[in-house]
């Protein structure tokens, strides 16, 4: 009992302006961002010719690519529901106007010079793209065509099911409320564990593709959202925060996470334990911005991890065409691929993202037609 005393237990403040500065982040979300990338990198090294047979087995067995996107997209959903409900506490409204502005600045520059640096490779034969895989990439589709993409845009399908998130879900809370939206996002949850398991049963026919379908990924997305509009209430009841500050509860729930990851195997045989990976997944976001303090959750704030979160973004672009699994080249042979995409990512992050958003910063105030209007509140 006395060693729960010692994790630190935080008031988090959820802020609608998290990019002016490091006193308005979320504790141990950027630690969060840089495991995730960190599990990406992991596999993608693994996935080379040549790498070292423990990654290749390692990544085989815990496909932990996948986890680290699946984590980025619970990451997603408790950060924008948790901005749109902050900036109906403090405007008394939600504007999707302001919500679009801020998300086109803050995703489209990084993403559109990418895509035109992969464009230019393409023309120059560096790089080889095959039929739509441009059109696709630039329009957010490509989750749609992952199964026959080329390896430099692939990865993109996770940000098409990011932007069809951000095309559905803040309307959506805008219409039905808070309240309203609970029971909507678990019934996205539980309608998405059992098109798994019906899978699984072989009662319904799915490919490989499913895997990449905004209804094979909605849980981890509805999962952030619903941490985000239920953490207030569940930190009331004594039995959550004493859970949240058991000692061994991060270790429970990260042997849970990993258990229900990989336990049946990858996507077809983790149908039936999905689910069991979200939850653990919500719940160590929530005790490690809890408890920020906590041993375990220490390294997660940690200055250098954290800049690899803050990142994180950029990094995920631009890992893609460094560390192609056919390893063909030389620059796309460890270690110097992890260098060069890492190089890379702070050009993009420091040229092109960080400037981006302060621009937003300038423009916004300026924009009268960004401000909340009349019918724009959402339901209680």
């Known amino acids: 009992m006395h060693r729960a005393a010692r994790c630190e237990i935080v008031r988090v403040p959820v802020p609608t302006e998290p990019t002016r500065g490091a006193s308005a982040r979320i504790p141990s979300l ?47 959903g408790f950060l924008i529901t948790s901005l749109l409900l902050a900036e109906h506490e403090s405007r008394g409204a939600i504007s999707l106007r ?8 803050r995703i489209l520059p990084p993403y559109y010079v990418y895509l035109a640096c992969v464009m230019v490779a393409a023309s120059a034969g560096v790089v080889t793209l095959r039929p739509g895989d441009a059109l696709h990439a630039w329009t957010f589709t490509t989750n749609f065509n992952a199964l026959t993409a080329a390896w430099p845009v692939v990865h993109s399908w996770s940000l098409s099911i990011e932007e069809q998130f951000y095309l559905l879900w803040p309307g959506l809370l805008v219409l039905a ?9 678990v019934a996205v949850m539980l309608a998405a564990a059992a098109w798994r398991t019906g ?20 849980d981890w997305l509805a999962g952030g959202a619903l941490l985000a509009l239920s953490r207030r209430t569940l930190q009331q009841h004594r039995w959550y925060r004493t859970m949240l500050a058991h000692p061994v509860f991060p270790v429970v729930a990260a042997a849970a996470l990993i258990g229900a990851w990989t336990g049946l195997g990858y996507w077809r045989r983790a149908d ?16 490690a911005m809890t408890h920020p303090g906590h041993l375990l959750a220490r390294p997660l704030n940690w200055e250098p991890v954290a800049w690899i979160g803050r990142l994180s973004y950029s990094l995920y672009l631009w890992q893609q065409p460094f560390l192609d699994e056919s ?3 030389w620059w796309e042979r460890t270690p110097q691929n992890l260098l060069l995409a890492l190089g890379a990512a702070m050009v993009s992050y420091y040229v092109v993202e960080r400037p981006a958003l302060a621009w937003r910063a300038r423009l916004e105030p300026r924009l009268a037609w ?8 959402p339901r209680r």
């Open 30 to 76: 950027d630690g969060f961002r840089a495991l995730s990338i960190a599990l990406v990198l992991l596999y993608h090294v693994g996935s080379q010719v040549g790498a070292p047979s423990v990654l290749r087995r390692f990544g085989d067995v815990t496909h932990a690519g996948g986890l680290g996107v699946r984590i980025f997209f619970a990451i997603s």
């Open 327 to 329: 390893a063909g080249s």
């Open 199 to 218: 899978a699984y049963a072989r009662v319904l026919t799915i490919g490989e593709e499913a895997a990449y379908a905004f209804r094979g990924v909605a």
């Open 272 to 287: 039936l334990l999905m689910s069991g990976a979200v939850v653990s997944t919500v719940l160590l976001l929530d005790w």
């Open 177 to 185: 409320g808070p309240r309203r939206a609970r029971p909507l996002l």
């Open 98 to 105: 302001r919500f679009y502005f801020r998300r086109t600045l």
């Open 370 to 377: 960004l401000r909340p209007v009349r019918g724009a509140e």
